[in-house]
């Protein structure tokens, strides 16, 4: 029986995908700093243990006792826009602590390392993204999740660790963290007509994404390493359907039955306007998996939601660089 880390584990993504290997007959540990996850997100047939990635000591003693066959490494502040403004945190534990889990992986002789990166480390190249790209990431986020892309390649060459690369985009789903003012558009709509405050969108809504429901990419990551063809590579994976913030704005009023709602528009933000992919490659590798409407995906979201109650979390306390900050964050940030 395999035994399984999963890093992130209490999280959104992570916490899917603690489910996902458990249904496949492995033993399954779900780590988490419980920085953003809940304990409830957690299956009840793993074994959740709290702490953070960034502890290389906690990771020597846990890799030391558990003996993993398998890495799933989800963990990461994943807040793409506010990367700009927390470079210290984002680089500490999107990067250090990744370094962290490879050098445990290596030194334990851990069969494959699944590694959950992101289309942010296209940067604003060509659409649809391809994994043949030149990667050109224009955020700290992106550029530290294409760091540990090309760390990984230099282990494999180094000390043969396989590993496997995903770059998922705007994935959505139940479980997310809906009081995250700093992510997850989707949510962060859902969560403020249940606390009934208005839609906030970045500049004119008209940037573009191709929303991703979390059952559709969850399958292929677990599967990753008994799949012949994908060791060694990068899949972009999600949604193939670009929509606009501002048609996503309408689509969950509709689904929340309240189309009136009132929509308020910020400062634009310096980002990617528009950021989709092409999904040919993990397809054949993967082959072709159930695909999800954006209705039935907000659907299911909102069902969720709407059964756990909005949620709320606290500013982020650790802001290092305060000049650009978008006034909307500038107000919830400390003085």
Not at 81 to 106: D, E, Q
Not at 211 to 238: C, K, L, M, Q, W
């Amino acid at each position: 029986m395999p035994r399984s880390l999963v890093t992130g584990g209490a999280g959104f993504i992570g916490a899917h995908l603690t489910a996902a290997p458990l249904d496949r007959g492995h033993e399954v540990v779900a780590l988490d700093d419980m920085s953003g996850g809940f304990p409830d997100n957690v299956d009840g047939r793993a074994r959740l243990i709290e702490g953070s990635i960034v502890d290389h000591e906690m990771l020597e003693a846990l890799f030391t006792a558990e003996r993993f066959d398998l890495v799933y490494h989800c963990a990461a502040y994943a807040a793409e826009g506010l990367s700009h403004f927390i470079k210290r945190f984002n680089y500490t534990n999107n990067v250090i602590g990744s370094v962290n889990l490879i050098n445990a992986s290596v030194n334990h002789e851990v069969d494959c390392f699944v590694f959950t990166s992101s289309i942010a480390v296209y940067g604003a190249g060509q659409v649809p993204m391809t994994e043949e790209l030149r990667p050109e990431p224009e955020d700290s986020y992106g550029i530290a999740k294409f760091a540990v892309e090309q760390e990984l390649a230099a282990t494999h060459a180094m000390f043969g660790l396989d590993h496997v690369i995903f770059r998922p985009h705007n994935v959505y789903g139940e479980l997310q963290n809906i009081g995250d003012r700093y992510r997850n558009v989707l949510g962060i709509f859902i969560n403020q007509i249940m606390r009934d405050e208005p839609l906030s969108i970045f500049g004119d809504g008209e940037q573009s994404r191709a929303f991703s429901y979390v059952g559709e990419i969850v399958p292929a990551i677990a599967d990753a390493p008994a799949t012949p063809g994908a060791r060694g590579e990068a899949f972009n994976v999600g949604a193939d359907v670009p929509y606009s913030v501002n048609d996503l704005a309408e689509t969950v009023k509709r689904v929340m039955g309240v189309p009136d709602h009132p929509v308020q528009h910020h400062e634009a933000r310096n980002e990617v306007l528009h950021a989709f992919s092409d999904h040919s490659k993990v397809a054949t590798v993967f082959g072709t998996g159930d695909s999800t409407s954006l209705e039935d995906g907000v659907e299911r979201m909102v069902g969720w939601a709407r059964r756990h109650g909005p949620r709320s979390t606290p500013p982020f306390t650790g802001i290092e660089i305060e000049r650009g900050l978008p006034p909307s964050w500038r107000q919830e940030a400390p003085s």
